[in-house]
């Protein structure tokens, strides 16, 4: 992977995380998520899922899957990441 992939995908997971943490913990399903983040820049869905599993791997976020779709939310300790108590280095915001 090269610095410029690398750097796009902790810049989506950092998205994810701060369109999370404006939803004040409320589950969104995934499919409304990826279109908040994609108004910022293109994202497939291989990219998308991967960071998911990322987040979720690290106890930032909840995904929970049902039948018909899969609703995410951000975890407490999401929470402290956003707000900068905690450092994570596969995930970078944007100002």
């Not at 610095?3 to 969104?28: E, F, H, N």
């Not at 779709?69 to 280095?89: H, M, Q, T, V």
């Amino acid at each position: 992977m090269d610095i410029l992939a690398i750097s796009k995908t902790k810049l989506l997971r950092g998205a994810i995380i701060t369109a999370l943490y404006s939803l004040k913990g409320d589950p969104v399903d995934t499919d409304a998520l990826r279109n908040m983040i994609r108004y910022q820049s293109y994202v497939d869905d291989g990219e998308f899922s991967f960071a998911l599993s990322y987040l979720h791997g690290k106890n930032f976020i909840e995904i929970i899957k049902t039948e018909n779709a899969s609703r995410a939310f951000i975890c407490p300790l999401g929470c402290n990441l956003y707000e900068g108590d905690i450092k994570d280095a596969g995930i970078e915001r944007s100002l």
